[in-house]
């Protein structure tokens, strides 16, 4: 949705994405070991020819901050640019969301607005806009979104998606079928591990 987005602008040529599995230390409720995590990313874009998942993040020794993660993706694609003959300057990296991370920047002590800054104003921002958000209307209220605006990007969802990790999460743990919700090897993946089960 978001590649077809930025593509059919005709200023952008989305050649990858990365999906970044955070740091078993971001310790929020219900996370998984990262090595669960790692691998039901790399089974559900095995048969993807652009859609990658990095390891840098989980496999450090704490927690980073997301606009760390947006800095090493920057340097990574930076040097497949140059194999490509192409210059830095070429890649841009933004940062794929949905409108409750845009709206959690306004959320007090959650964000640095230093790192708000860097991510808005050298990164940017596309965020998938779902029933019921209205990510405009907040870029509107914040004067950093809004002296940015120019870099975020806001993609409606026309089809409702409404599968989400946390629906997964549930049914699993409730031994409900999650069959063609996920691929069928993370779903064969996460019974075989035993993975979200009820804790007795």
Known sequence: LAKDAMNATGRYNVTAGYI????????????????????????????????????WECRRDG???????????????????TSNNETDEDVQVKLLCGADLLESFATPGLWST???KEIVEKFGLV???????????????????WKYENNIHIVTEWIPNEISSTCIRRA?????????????????????????????
């Open 172 to 200: 699993s743990r409730r031994q409900q079928s999650i069959k063609y919700l996920v691929p069928d090897p993370v779903e064969n993946y996460i019974h075989t591990h035993s993975l979200y089960s009820i804790v007795p």
């Open 114 to 116: 230093d790192d708000l």
């Open 20 to 55: 970044s599995p955070v740091h078993d230390s971001y310790k929020k409720e219900g996370l998984i070991s990262s090595e669960h995590r790692l691998e039901m990313c790399k089974l559900a874009t095995e048969t993807s020819d652009w859609i990658r998942c990095n390891d």
């Open 63 to 81: 927690w980073s901050r997301t606009v760390e993660v947006l800095r090493h993706i920057k340097s990574i694609s930076g040097q497949t640019a």
């Open 127 to 145: 965020c998938i806009s779902r029933h019921g958000s209205d990510p405009r209307k907040f870029i509107y209220l914040s004067d950093l979104l």
